[in-house]
């Protein structure tokens, strides 16, 4: 998972390009890169890191122009401690383009075939958006017919895009002397929203970023979602033009940004994140009602900070009291993202603290928004008992994780779940806990769409269901091996 946004000015965007970033820093801390347009002329900074500590002012002075992109990491390609793995990326042909991607590609083995073989390009790493830019310029170059490029041009290229690329993308790149051009994948499976500000004297600027909260935050009115499919070219002058590039292009949109991945406050596919989670809490009342023993519950606690609308509304709809017993270190990195599992584990109690007059003699009802590896989850059970409570009961607001997640989440391997292979009640007992509930897939998918004309959303990592129709058995199974090797 990661964050983009891409923004055309008219004035510079360096500044703007930066605090976007830093709203958008929850999807990913790994790595992160800012790139500009001044004219014909690229300017690019990237580092390791969160975005306060990889940019220096004077890396800020040397990003000059109008136009330019931004993007945060959290690792699901390419390795996490290579510098030259950060995004954004750049090839120097046609024109040159500068390009940052959110999601997971699922054929880059063929990709990385006919890259070399075919369109006789080179990559320099491991990354699927290495890949993806290059693949995007070669369609590029194969439209250019004069001197020029017009949208159709890049329509045409995208078009292309679409037909050799599977996987889940939100794309957003520079084209030198041209403009910015962003695009969505044909299941819409990762988010892009598109924004538009009038200056003082009347003329458009743009944005187009992961989540909403970054428009708003930047005072652009919220024009509308990327289409599934759909391509935005918008010119250096502010034009905006836009066209739909797929097929059969389908609004899929994965399940686990509502759950966990993205921000309370933010909308995306005009379905809003915090409001979905209450109506996570309220299904999973629901079921907790159903399969917890009268009277095992003095107390409702969140694992902050995701999984508290969900747990306020299960104590309001139960009737249990609501607390807070676990207080979160804030200066400590969102412990699902980090890329090892001995980090994981190292930093579950330097990021949280059980404050022990919420536990003593208490019967626990602890909510979290998912569980999947278990690492977590199992010391939090523990500092619940070493606290001093009678019970614990763990409840989640999704449902058993048991499928690797190809699409641009972290679940590479089906043995690193603590649900695959395992029935509720071994999770239970792995997890220390004296009772584990889970959300149904239904109830799931009925609290995020409600209200909503979406019919579909990518649950693969609860059902085994991969909505691009691509995804085998083999490839699975290559996927577990590259990671373990």
């Not at 600027?205 to 708003?216: D, K, Q």
């Not at 519950?297 to 104590?315: F, G």
Request: proline share 4%.
């Amino acid at each position: 998972m990661c964050g983009i946004v891409g923004i055309v000015s008219t004035e510079p965007v360096n500044q703007q390009v930066y605090d976007s970033l830093l709203l958008l820093q929850h999807r990913g801390q790994d790595s992160t890169g800012i790139a500009t347009a001044d004219g014909p002329v690229f300017h690019m900074a990237k580092a390791r890191g969160q975005v306060r500590e990889a940019f220096r002012t004077r890396d800020m002075r040397s990003l000059m122009g109008n136009i330019g992109l931004g993007h945060v990491r959290y690792t699901t390609k390419g390795a996490a401690e290579r510098e030259e793995e950060a995004q954004p990326f750049y090839v120097n042909a046609p024109y040159g383009i500068i390009l940052v991607h959110n999601g997971n590609l699922t054929n880059t083995r063929e990709l990385s075939e006919d890259l070399f073989r075919i369109d006789r390009r080179h990559v320099n790493s491991t990354s699927d958006t290495e890949m993806l830019l290059n693949v995007l310029a070669t369609e590029l170059q194969g439209q250019i017919t004069g001197l020029d490029l017009d949208p159709d041009q890049v329509f045409a290229a995208v078009e292309q895009v679409h037909e050799r690329v599977e996987g889940s993308y939100a794309v957003i790149a520079l084209i030198a002397g041209h403009g910015l051009l962003a695009f969505r994948d044909p299941f819409g499976i990762r988010p892009l929203i598109l924004g538009r500000r009038l200056t003082s004297k009347g003329k458009e600027e743009w944005i187009v970023a992961s989540e909403s909260l970054v428009l708003e935050n930047g005072d652009y009115e919220i024009v509308r979602d990327v289409e599934p499919g759909e391509a935005i070219f918008i010119t250096l002058d502010g034009q905006m033009i836009s066209r739909q590039c797929a097929k059969n292009p389908r609004l899929v949109p994965c399940s686990f940004e509502y759950v966990y991945l993205a921000r309370p406050d933010s909308v995306m596919n005009g379905i809003s994140v915090y409001e979905s989670r209450l109506r996570m809490g309220d299904r999973l009342a629901d079921t907790i009602a159903r399969h917890m023993p009268l009277g095992d519950a003095d107390v409702v606690m969140p694992i902050p900070d995701s999984s508290r609308p969900s747990a306020m509304q299960v104590a309001q709809k139960l009737g249990i009291e609501y607390r807070e017993g676990f207080y979160k270190n804030r200066y400590v990195g969102r412990t699902f993202i980090m890329p090892g599992q001995s980090e994981r584990k190292r930093s579950v109690r330097q990021k949280l603290n059980a404050m022990g007059t919420e536990f003593r003699g208490k019967n626990i009802l602890i909510v979290d928004d998912s569980i999947v590896r278990g690492t977590t989850s199992q010391q939090i059970v523990q500092m619940a008992r070493d606290a001093g409570a009678n019970k614990v009961t763990f409840a989640s607001a999704a449902p058993p994780v048991r499928f690797p997640h190809v699409y641009g989440i972290n679940m590479p391997s089906r043995q690193e779940l603590i649900a695959h292979g395992r029935k509720i009640p071994e999770i239970a007992a792995e997890l220390g806990a004296d009772h584990m509930i889970y959300q149904e897939v239904a109830d799931l998918q009925a609290a995020i769409t409600e209200g909503t004309a979406i019919d579909s959303l990518d649950l693969s990592c609860f059902t085994g269901d991969y909505v691009t129709g691509t995804v085998t058995e083999e490839y699975l199974s290559w996927v577990e091996q590259t990671q373990l090797s």
